[in-house]
């Protein structure tokens, strides 16, 4: 499985984007997949996960209410919604995947990995 991450960006406190990572290889739809994010001076943190069904979705703490994973299976595609932005989320976004049948929220249990994609929230 081969990922590209897009749509990070600059965007003001309380603002939104979303982020798209599109899969390329046919066990994507078989692959629990999941977005994490490093901060500078930060080691990688989880931020949620999805099923390779989309019927379970996990997040952290920290995004919960605010970040909403999603995955398009048609469309080789996995998104990560984020409204209510605040200056602590800015950091590089990844998404990962593991062909792992149950979700994980450990970076260590995904096995592929996209380049990341640079999110910066101004106060």
């Known amino acids: 499985v081969q990922l590209q991450a897009s749509g990070g960006g600059l965007v003001q406190a309380g603002g939104s984007l979303r982020l798209s990572c599109a899969a390329s290889?046919?066990?994507?739809?078989?692959?629990?997949m999941a977005w994490f994010r490093q901060a500078p001076g930060k080691e990688r943190e989880f931020v949620a996960a999805?099923?390779?069904?989309?019927?379970?979705?996990y997040g952290s703490d920290s995004v919960k209410g605010r970040f909403t994973i999603s995955r398009d299976n048609a469309k080789n595609t996995v998104y990560l919604q984020m409204n209510s932005l605040k200056p602590e989320d800015t950091a590089v976004y990844y998404c990962?995947?593991?062909?792992?049948?149950?979700?994980?929220?450990?970076?260590?249990?995904?096995?592929?990995w996209g380049q990341g994609t640079q999110v910066t929230v101004s106060s």
């Open positions: 990962a995947a593991t062909s792992a049948v149950a979700v994980s929220t450990t970076s260590s249990d995904f096995d592929y």
């Open positions: 290889g046919r066990t994507f739809r078989r692959s629990v």
């Open positions: 999805i099923s390779w069904s989309g019927g379970r979705t």
